[in-house]
């Protein structure tokens, strides 16, 4: 088992900036791919961005440039940092760990961007 513990949502003005942070503590393997998703009020969770163990990272066209994903593993964290936020950034925020024993999600942080 894999437990996710997300942290640093918030309420941020357009433009602003704001760096979530997910620990995962557990039966942890080497090998595992750690992303963030989100779910927006009305609508399906969608992937945002996704970092391997090896630091190989991906994003979502909407956030690419301004969204940084980034991972410590010998803390077994994974970071969103998120610049120039946009009113359609405002969703609940979830960290998703996969390993070859499972998939485990987080319970979600929020994030509100606000003018």
């Known amino acids: 088992q894999v437990q996710l513990v997300e942290s640093g949502g918030g309420l941020v003005q357009p433009g602003g900036s704001l760096r979530l942070s997910c620990a995962a503590s557990?039966?942890?393997?080497?090998?595992?791919?750690m992303a963030w998703y989100r779910q927006a009020p009305g609508k399906q969770r969608e992937w945002v961005a996704s970092?391997?163990?090896?630091?190989?990272?991906d994003y979502v066209n909407s956030v690419k440039g301004r969204f940084t994903i980034s991972r410590d593993n010998a803390k077994n964290m994974v970071y969103l940092q998120m610049n120039s936020l946009r009113l359609e950034d405002t969703a609940v925020y979830y960290c998703?760990?996969?390993?070859?024993?499972?998939?485990?999600w987080g319970q979600g942080t929020q994030v509100t961007v606000s003018s």
């Open positions: 998703k760990f996969v390993q070859p024993s499972g998939t485990y």
């Open positions: 557990g039966s942890i393997f080497s090998s595992n791919t």
């Open positions: 970092i391997t163990s090896g630091g190989l990272t």
